[in-house]
C-alpha cells in the first residue's frame, strides 16, 4: 500500500515548519536512509531521511511552503510493485487525518500509518465531541469526581492543555458543545487568552503612521517562535529577582594562570583558552548541585528535579537568539566546557545545532557584560524555572576592613520561577553561586 510521508517533528516544541527543499523529486527512486527534504524550523535547517523504500509518486506540497503544520501530508511512496500514476492520482484523497500528539523526539519522515493532523499550540474553546482532549492527570481526576466532560472545558495550560484550575472552574454537569461549522482563524487560536485580547491588530498599529514612514519587516520563523514563548513565559510563570555583587580579582588571576598554562600543540596553538563566562557555566553548574531543589523545572502538579546540572547558555545570532545547553555541566573541567562552548556558539551562529543541544536544563546564563551592560532582567526560559543575567566586570571602589578599595565586581541579577522556588531558595542558589565565583579554586577540585 502507498506510504504517507508527514511533516516531521524535529524538535519537541516545532508546531510548523518551512518545506525549504525536495532533494528527490517526482517519479525519484528513495531508499530507506536517503534524504529526500529539508525542512526549516524555528532554529536550524535539516535533513530529513526516508525510513521506507519506494518510489516518490506525489509531492503534495511544494518546496518553499512556509508554515506547514506538524504531521501534515506531504507527500506520497509508490511501494514496490504499485502502479505509480494510480497512486499519484489518489493521493491526498482520504479525508482529514485523526489527530495525534507532537512527538518528543524528530519523528521519521515516511510511516505506513494514516496521516495525522497536528495539534494546536493552543485551545481557545471547549473541544468537539469525539476530539482528543489534553489534560494533566490531575485535571481528569477532579473531572471524573465533578462528573465533567473534558470536551466542554477550554484549557489554559500550555499548548491548550486543560489544568485543574480549568476543571475547577468549569460548570458542573457541562456538556461538550457541538463541533463549529469552520475552524476558527488561526490567528485566534495562538493568541494569548486574556492579555492580548484588546491588543491593537496590525492594521490599528499602521494607522498610527505615516504610510511613508516605516518599512515593513516580515518575521521569521525563529523571530516569530521567540516572540510566542517570550510572551507566554511573561504570563504564566509567576517570577521574582535576586541581585548579587561578585569579587572577580581571584577569579581573573585563576583565569591568566590557566591560560598560560595550557599545553600546545607543534604548530603553538594552545589546547584551550577559558573565558569568564565558562567559570560562570561550572559555578551554576556546581551551585544547582549544592542546591539540588532549584535544579528543577514546574510540570503543572508536580516538580521534576534534575540530576544533572544542564546549564543553557544565550547566544545571540542574526534575527534572533539560541541558547544551547552544556549537558552535565558540572561533571565537566572548565577547559572541556571552554571548547564545547565555542563548538556550539560557533553552530548556533550557522544554525546547525540539533534539537536536543537546544533543549533541557533547568536554568540559563545570559551574559551581556561584553557588551558593557552594568545589570540587567532576562525572561526565563521557559520550562527552565531560573536564568542568571551576568553584567559587565568593572572596578569598582568598595569598603573593607575599614578601607576604601578597588575591587573587580560584576553585579548578577537571578530571575526565579516562583513555582518552584521561594526566595530564601533562590537566596541560597544565588549565595552558592557566588560562593563559587569569589573563591574560583574550589571549582577545580
Known sequence: MPVDILMPALSPTMEKGNLAKWVKKEGDT????????EIETDKATMEVEAVDEGVLAKILVPEGTQDVPVNQLIAVLAAEGEDVKAVAASAG?????????????????????????????????????GARVFASPLARRIAKDKGLDLNAVAGTGPHGRIIARDVEA????????????AAAPAAAAAAPKAALASAPGVDQIKAMYEPDSYEEVQLDGMRKTIARRLVESEQVTPTFFLTVDCDLDDLMALREQVNANAPKDKDGKAAYRVSVNDFIIKA??????KVPACNAVWAEDRILRMKHSDVGVAVAIDGGLYAPV?????????????????????????????????????????????MGIRNFTAIINAPQSSIFAIGASEGRVVARGGEMKIVTQMTVTMTCDHRVMDGALGAELLASFKGFIEKPMSMLV
Not at 528513495?30 to 527534504?37: E, M, Y
Not at 551554576?284 to 548541585?289: D, E, G, M, S, T
Open 284 to 289: 551554576l553548574a556546581l551551585a544547582l548541585q
Open 30 to 37: 528513495v531508499k530507506s536512509g536517503d534524504v529526500i527534504a
Open 170 to 181: 468549569a460548570q458542573p454537569g457541562a456538556k461538550a458543545a457541538p463541533a463549529p461549522a
Open 326 to 370: 552544556v549537558k552535565k555541566a558540572e561533571q565537566k573541567t572548565i577547559s572541556v566546557i571552554s571548547n564545547e562552548m565555542r563548538d556550539l556558539a560557533t553552530r548556533a551562529r550557522n544554525k546547525k545545532l540539533k534539537p536536543d543541544e537546544y533543549s533541557g536544563g533547568s536554568s540559563s546564563v545570559s551574559n551581556l557584560g561584553m
Open 93 to 129: 484523497q482520504g479525508g482529514a487525518p485523526a489527530a495525534a500528539p507532537v512527538p518528543s523526539a524528530p519523528a521519521p519522515v515516511a510511516a505506513a500509518a494514516p496521516a495525522a493532523a497536528p495539534v494546536p499550540a493552543v485551545a481557545p474553546a471547549p473541544q468537539a465531541a
